[in-house]
T-cell receptor
């Protein structure tokens, strides 16, 4: 199946700083989904992107799907302690998850 | 609207034993997927069921098997448990044709000793 690679593996930021995680594939993706998993919790669906170049926003979160549909990013503006968790991208067709980016936020 | 419920929440088994994990799908969802998540890792796809048939399988041996019932609930069975099977097992349901992602249950934490 298609592999989705995520970077960075870990990110530690000061509260108020921005955060970005990237998801990359060697092949074209039909879609990309993003999930958040809080420590000790389960993945929670955030969004799905389908169109080339698509950009979606949810409050301080901005999701992008690359023009070639081979990469995606999640950007958080002015992080808060509530943003702590691991962010995963996933390809809906075969539901394979990236390894995730673990975000920690220092108050 | 109920979410996805999994049982049991925690389980301890001995190597070589068999285990059955259960999942009730969210109302209106007809597709169920199972994942294994080791500590600090991303969820690994085990298999998916749609209309009581296996509809895709990840890189897991045949001792991992499943069922989906007419009410869309599901079971994951693991035979001949190994120490490496210790993980969080997640069930996720969805409607096959919707685009609102998968709804995950809280998982079953399996420890094999």
């Amino acid at each position: 199946g298609q592999q989705v690679m995520q970077i960075p593996q870990y990110q530690h930021v000061q509260e108020g700083e921005d955060f970005t995680t990237y998801c990359n594939s060697s092949t074209t993706l039909s879609n990309i989904q993003w999930y958040k998993q809080r420590p000790g919790g389960h993945p929670v669906f955030l969004i799905q992107l389908v169109k080339s170049g698509e950009v979606k926003k949810q409050k301080r979160l901005t999701f992008q799907f690359g023009e070639a549909k081979k990469n995606s990013s999640l950007h958080i503006t002015a992080t808060q302690t509530t943003d702590v968790g691991t962010y995963f991208c996933a390809h809906n067709n075969d539901m394979r998850f990236g390894a995730g980016t673990r975000l920690t936020v220092k108050p | 609207e109920t979410g996805v419920t999994q049982s049991p929440t925690h389980l301890i088994k001995t190597r070589g034993q068999q285990v059955t994990l259960r999942c009730s799908s969210q109302s209106g969802h007809n597709t169920v997927s199972w994942y294994q998540q080791a500590l600090g890792q991303g969820p690994q796809f085990i298999f998916q069921y749609y209309r009581e048939e296996e509809n895709g399988r990840g890189n897991f041996p045949p001792r991992f098997s499943g069922l989906q019932f007419p009410n869309y609930s599901s079971e994951l069975n693991v035979n001949a448990l190994e120490l490496d099977d210790s993980a969080l097992y997640l069930c996720a349901s969805s409607s096959r044709w919707e685009y609102y992602g998968y709804t995950f249950g809280s998982g079953t934490r399996l420890t094999v000793v």
